[in-house]
């Protein structure tokens, strides 16, 4: 009996584990934008320069960072590239002309000046930080 | 002025003009980017590029520098300028690599216009970029020099986009048609002036510098993203028809303006990449057929008939996020129907010239986002590919390959 508290114990932790590393980012976008979710599958397609506008046809304007435990975290759950993947996935579509790269920010300060500042963004920053100003965007499957 | 100097210009004062109308500062519009890279080639007895079989070559180089701005939130600017150096090729010479006017009507329909990369295969749009590369070298039964200025670029009209099929996945498309630039310096003209010249040397006659100017040039690409999840496949198909021009030797007559003409007729490329984790595997496979004509008396004399075939397959195994180890199996025939080498040796060549195998082992290590090394190991058998530098009086079959790279980019 002991033996199976002890497993009941570990699963339950190893999953609240996995919970939070699935957690480690906040989406968000300019209170003006008037999105409330958006589905795993989209966000992907944004991240790859696949998907460009909103539903309601503007442009959706997307940071992100170049390293770190958020930006780690993101990648992993959405486009399943590792950071250094990610990064030369863009520079194909930079160098070969396919596309404008995608706009790299180096801290969550500049990432929420850019959600601030642009009202068709959308970015992230880690679960502990500040979000005041800016509107969480729900992640749904 | 320059032409190349005129057209810097030229594209600048647009930018910087386009720039000026929307009224924001320059440096909040313009991304400039760009990338260096320098190789070391060292190889047993055939010479990859120049001296290389001797004390080994560091004349392998790129150079590119990419300017890109979004104009209004649908059309977009962007060129970028590449010097590079292949032994005697390039010579470091600052070209207009690709420059074109995007306006995306939405995810699923746009349209460039200017020069713009030939999306051949997998990785011809950016095959100078060695840190999008997964090797320095890479296979030459599909991206080698011989035909790269028909691959390279064209001067048109493209349109593309991606269309979403929900369950089935999605696809990226880009249908092209336009002209290319042939130098005169390009492996293929070369070809052909020593095709005719053999075909008259009975005759006494010669013919001089060929020139050639496109006709006709059409295709597509697409690319099937499977809803497996890394998996996509594709394939391109091109066609292209060119007249060339020279002046016949005659031992009577003199010197007499002729011409010809260079099909590629339904060329295609499949391709295949499956990502599972750290491993990545690619392969692709090539049918480009290559019909010269000399044009005599109003009629056209078939110099040259032949269906070039390749194929490879390559894995990548990334340890962590900086090594990656690859390997690379590429086979290539000068003509599908002769995997022999007869037709090289009626040429008086080698049978070894009808083809070109390559086995290859590389490490690849990214230091960071900005420096990637390289060192790789090719072992060959044949020179089908490959005889561009060689003395054709003086060749091995099987030889090996040393290359060792570094490559900068931002």
């Known amino acids: ?141 | 002025m320059n032409k190349k100097l005129f057209t810097c210009l030229l594209l600048s004062i647009f930018m910087l003009l386009t720039i000026s109308l929307t009224g924001e500062s320059v440096s909040e519009r313009i991304r400039i980017n760009g990338f260096l890279s320098q190789a070391y080639v060292y190889s047993s007895h055939n010479d990859f590029i120049p001296n290389s079989s001797k004390n080994g070559s560091f004349e392998m180089s790129e150079f590119g520098l990419t300017f890109s701005v979004d104009i209004t939130e649908k059309l977009r600017f962007g060129c970028q300028f590449l010097a590079r150096d292949f032994g005697p090729i390039g010579n470091h010479n600052v070209k207009l690599d690709w420059g074109f006017a995007d306006y995306k009507f939405s995810n699923f329909l746009g349209i460039k216009a200017g020069k713009i990369k030939t999306p051949l295969g997998l990785y011809n749009e950016f095959r100078d970029t060695d840190a999008l590369i997964p090797m320095a070298i890479l296979p030459q039964s599909i991206y080698d020099e011989s035909m790269r200025p028909v691959f390279i670029a064209y001067n048109g009209i493209g349109l593309y986009g991606n269309l979403d099929t929900g369950s089935v996945g999605d696809f990226d498309y880009h249908l092209f048609t336009g002209t290319i630039n042939h130098p005169d310096d390009a492996p293929y003209i070369n070809q052909i002036q020593a095709a005719v010249n053999q075909g008259m040397a009975e005759l006494g006659m010669s013919i001089g510098q060929v020139t050639m100017d496109t006709e006709l040039f059409y295709g597509g690409k697409i690319v099937w993203n499977t809803p497996l999840s890394g998996l996509r496949l594709g394939g391109t198909y091109v066609l292209t028809k060119s007249v060339y021009n020279s002046t016949l030797y005659h031992p009577l007559a003199g010197a007499l303006p002729i011409s010809g003409k260079m099909e590629i007729n339904k060329t295609f490329f499949l391709f295949g990449e499956l990502a599972l984790g750290n491993l990545t595997l690619t392969s692709e496979y090539m049918e480009l057929p290559v019909n010269i004509y000399l044009n005599l008396f109003e009629e056209d004399m078939l110099l040259s008939d032949e269906v070039m075939q390749g194929w490879y397959v390559m894995a990548a195994y990334t340890i962590g996020d900086k090594l990656t180890l690859t390997a690379l199996y590429d086979r290539f025939y000068a003509d599908k129907g002769d995997h022999q080498g007869l037709g090289a040796m009626k040429m008086g060549y080698p049978d070894y010239f009808g083809w070109q195998k390559d086995l290859a082992f590389g490490l690849r290590f990214d230091v960071n986002f900005n420096w990637t090394l390289k060192l790789e190991w090719h072992n060959f058998d044949g020179l089908a590919k490959s005889y561009v530098f060689v003395d054709l009086f003086n060749t091995e079959r099987k030889w090996n390959m040393l290359v060792a790279k570094a490559s900068f980019n931002f």
């Open chain 1, 1 to 141: 009996m002991k033996n199976i508290n002890t497993l009941m114990i570990s699963l339950l932790l190893l999953s609240l584990s996995s919970l939070c590393l699935a957690g480690d980012y906040v989406l968000l976008i300019n209170p003006v934008n008037p999105a409330e979710s958006i589905s795993r599958d989209d966000l992907t397609d944004i991240l790859l320069g696949k998907k460009t506008t909103w539903a309601d046809g503007q442009k959706i304007k997307i940071a992100v960072y170049k390293k770190g435990e958020a930006h780690r975290a993101l990648l992993k759950d959405t486009v399943k590239k590792s950071p250094m993947q990610f990064s030369l996935y863009w520079k194909k579509i930079l160098f070969s002309g396919s596309g404008t790269p995608i706009q790299i920010v180096n801290n969550e300060q500049e990432m929420i000046d850019f959600i601030i500042k642009n009202p068709t963004a959308i970015g992230y920053i880690a679960a502990a930080g500040k979000i005041e100003q800016l509107k969480v965007i729900q992640v749904i499957e």
